[in-house]
């Protein structure tokens, strides 16, 4: 269980993050909305500790994440994948080695420096490779797939991390409509069927009322609306967007799902999706 | 269509922008004097070795004798001795390289900002390569001629000291201009600083280091003929010792030979680039 105490995150003059306590049970999916600038990718690096700690707490099953160092800090990295909105997957690298470096936490650094890794991680890496349908595309370098499949290598990624947690910063806003619903779809499957907590930032509504069991609503570093999809009404909308809401509140203009698309039946065909990419 | 400015708005406006119509006197003043001052050294500069057409004119004349006696050109019935001798250049160009990139890889890492992120260590490492890069191959050669003896092994050592710091600086440069976001991806999984170093940077900086390597073998290959002639073997020796026995029409051969291996080469390498950056091995 993860719990977040308080915690607040200043760069020079701007506080991107201020005064957040949070807590997240396990195996929940929450996505986090909020203007751009209001502070929710500073949140998620501040937990997997890209950023570097600002005030306040963060822990994690009574382990204070902020004081961690060397193998142990990164020994929590792994735990808590991170996905990223460009991807960020290693270019010139093909799928599968892109895919292994989600074992590099617990690898020894020589075999690393080979590309060397076991045959039992090679198996975990095709084995998620094959959940995510990508299992043809293992050995293709990675800049050559679609925006969708890389993004499905970076779950990948994330999945043989054997994470507790995963950590989402807008895995969908480079997406279009199709690969972005399977791409969430996904992280949902993860997170029911392996109980694997998603934290997810979302720049739009209707892929979090679609997809998260709770909705957190961050407006200049603060959270300012928490709770489940239903109780997310026009005020608290409007709460999170401030003035700029009124039209832009419109679900519709804040949508990458094609918000009156049925979803599910799109997603279970991501052959298809790609090809149409 | 331009209308006309009528004379009196022309000139209301040079009087308010006189910088539009006319460079101002002192800028004017520093470009003629900058100009005359390069003609003055140019003159001087003529005039301190002699310059004068009669001397070309006599330079020419015996210029003429020397390309009748290169021509036909022969290859003195020691064609494989030569082509030998060739390739012992290649050879010489193509370790020297590879032995300066080999050594430059720690020091790039070393010297790239990212990677050690200490301004002092940074400039005092970059300060270090840019004053070795000062002294050119052909010095470094005659030294390792006098230390190690004549031949190839001493050209080897020549390039690749002349060389280790430019790559450094070049290797350091690759490495700082690498993309965040992919390196991030990999610490973001638990990467070790090497191991970042390892699977995020090197695996982008790898085609640029090639191709910088290709490019320095292609004017290595030139700068091992010369180092030849100053005892570090290879067909440089040979070309030296043809002219100094007079026997021009082998020289003439050995020049051919060169001019059409460096050709070869530059050709190859330069394709190779070009597809280097699309279709580098992954590494
Ligand atoms: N490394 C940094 N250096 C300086 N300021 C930063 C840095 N990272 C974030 N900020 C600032 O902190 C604030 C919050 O940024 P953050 O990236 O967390 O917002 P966000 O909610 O993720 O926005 P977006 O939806 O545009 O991604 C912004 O004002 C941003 O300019
Ligand atoms: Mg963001």
Redesign the interface.
Known sequence: MLELRKITKTFGQTIAVNNVSLNFPPGQMVGIIGRSGAGKSTLLRLINRLATTGQGDILFENTNIGTLAGRDLRAWRARCAMIFQQFNLVNRLDVLTNVLIGRIGTAKTLPVMFKHFSAQDRAAAALALDRLDLLPQALQRADTLSGGQQQRVAIARALIQNPSLILADEPIASLDPRNARFVMEALRKINQEDRITVICNLHTLDAARAYCDRIVGMAQGKVVFDGSPDTLTRQAVQSIYGDAGDADVEESLTSTLGAHLPIPAAAKQPQLADAAY | MTTAISADRLKALQQAHPQVFTRPLAARLRDWGLWAACFALLGFGLWWINASPTRIWDGLGKLGFLVRFMWPPSDGGVFWEHAYAMMETLAMAFLGTVVAAVVALPLGFLGAKNVVPNWLFHFSLRRGFDTLRGIDSLVWALIFVSAVGMGPFAGVLAIAVSDVMVFSKLFAEAIENV?R??I?????????P??TL???VF??V??VMLSHLLYFFEGNVRSATILGIVGAGGIGLQLSDRIRINNWDEAAFIILMILVTVAVIDNLSRRIRTKLIDA?P??
């Open positions: 993309e976001k992919q991030e991806g990999v610490r973001s999984a638990g990467a070790s090497v191991q390892r699977l995020g695996p982008q790898f085609p580098a992954q590494v």
